[in-house]
């Protein structure tokens, strides 16, 4: 399923619950290489709210990136928004989508704020360019990535503020590592993550960023992001340890990407302009073995 025609997909019952579910678990196959690992491995409740959740982000990220809704993405995302506002309210949501979602909701008793934090990050996506701190930066990162795994969290039953605090601190850790690993990729989108504070730190700008220019300048400035990186995930090593199989298994997995995604930054020497460092078959059954895949 192609994500326009799943956003074209519409309510014929808002009472189909378990219409809405099987909705937003095709809409996982057919991307079920970017479905958590270890929300493959459970069953009923916990992963069909996994899925309204996958289906509910997947969809929202694309508004903001992908091609075919160039010229509408505030649109959708606003209508997204008074969907969200459905789920609030107890009202009828129009897409299954949201009517899976209000399932979900009321079944784990998530928060919603998490949810509109993250259409909030994508709205920024498409209105903001450009970073003047690091603090904007990780506020980003506070509405893009951390509700991702608040929620999942909560899902699997852990609301503890520490349990919360360290999965805010790998899930910015990883989405600081994907901003370095995609420099390259974020520029032809006209985006720069990387803070203006931090390029007039290093001597470097957003000009010799568009010329390509992979100086020394640059490997300083990457080595500084990528260490900031790794110390988030330091923050949140401890997390693992505290949860449940396969969820303990799945994060422990998920930090070990994330440090291998910056191994491989480090490896190119810290210049990821000109080729995007990714990880293989090899590197992830490194990590495989380095966890296991016992409790």
């Known amino acids: 399923m192609n994500t326009l025609s799943a956003y074209e997909a519409r309510v014929a019952d808002p009472s189909d619950v378990e219409g809405a579910y099987a909705f937003c678990e095709s809409l996982v196959r057919s991307h079920y290489e970017n479905f958590p690992v270890a929300s493959r491995l459970l069953f009923g409740r916990a992963r069909r709210a996994i899925a309204a959740l996958y289906g509910f982000a997947r969809l929202s990220d694309d508004f903001a990136d992908e091609p075919e809704y160039e010229g509408v993405r505030l649109e959708r995302l606003e209508e997204w928004r008074r969907e969200l506002?459905?789920?609030?309210?107890?009202?009828?949501?129009?897409?299954?989508?949201?009517?899976?979602?209000?399932?979900?909701?009321?079944?784990?008793?998530?928060?919603l704020e998490p949810?509109?934090?993250?259409?909030?990050?994508?709205?920024?996506?498409?209105?903001?360019?450009?970073?003047?701190?690091?603090?904007?930066?990780?506020?980003?990162?506070?509405?893009?990535?951390?509700?991702?795994?608040?929620?999942?969290?909560?899902?699997?039953?852990?609301?503890d503020p520490e349990l919360?605090?360290?999965?805010?601190?790998?899930?910015?850790?990883?989405?600081?590592?994907?901003?370095?690993q995609d420099?390259?990729?974020?520029?032809k989108k006209d985006r720069i993550y990387v803070p203006r504070e931090d390029f007039e730190r290093f001597g470097y700008s957003e000009g010799d960023m568009f010329r390509g220019a992979a100086n020394e300048a640059l490997r300083a400035l990457t080595a500084f992001e990528v260490a900031r990186a790794r110390r988030l995930f330091a923050q949140g090593?401890?997390?693992?340890?505290?949860?449940?199989?396969?969820?303990?298994?799945?994060?422990?997995?998920?930090?070990r990407?994330?440090?291998?995604?910056?191994?491989?930054?480090?490896?190119?020497?810290?210049?990821?302009?000109?080729?995007?460092?990714?990880?293989?078959?090899?590197?992830?059954?490194?990590?495989?073995?380095?966890?296991?895949?016992?409790?």
């Open 237 to 255: 090593r401890a997390l693992p340890s505290k949860l449940r199989w396969p969820l303990s298994w799945e994060i422990a997995l998920t930090v």
């Open 85 to 111: 506002a459905a789920v609030r309210e107890d009202g009828v949501p129009g897409h299954p989508v949201f009517v899976a979602l209000r399932d979900a909701v009321k079944k784990f008793a998530l928060p």
């Open 164 to 180: 919360l605090r360290m999965s805010d601190a790998i899930c910015t850790g990883l989405q600081l590592a994907n901003f370095w």
């Open 183 to 187: 420099m390259s990729v974020d520029l």
């Open 257 to 295: 990407g994330g440090l291998a995604i910056l191994d491989k930054i480090e490896a190119q020497g810290f210049i990821t302009l000109g080729r995007r460092p990714a990880l293989g078959k090899l590197d992830w059954l490194r990590a495989l073995l380095r966890h296991g895949v016992g409790p």
């Open 115 to 159: 949810f509109e934090d993250l259409l909030s990050a994508f709205t920024q996506d498409v209105t903001k360019k450009r970073y003047e701190s690091f603090a904007e930066v990780l506020d980003y990162c506070r509405r893009s990535a951390n509700p991702v795994g608040r929620i999942v969290l909560m899902v699997h039953g852990y609301r």
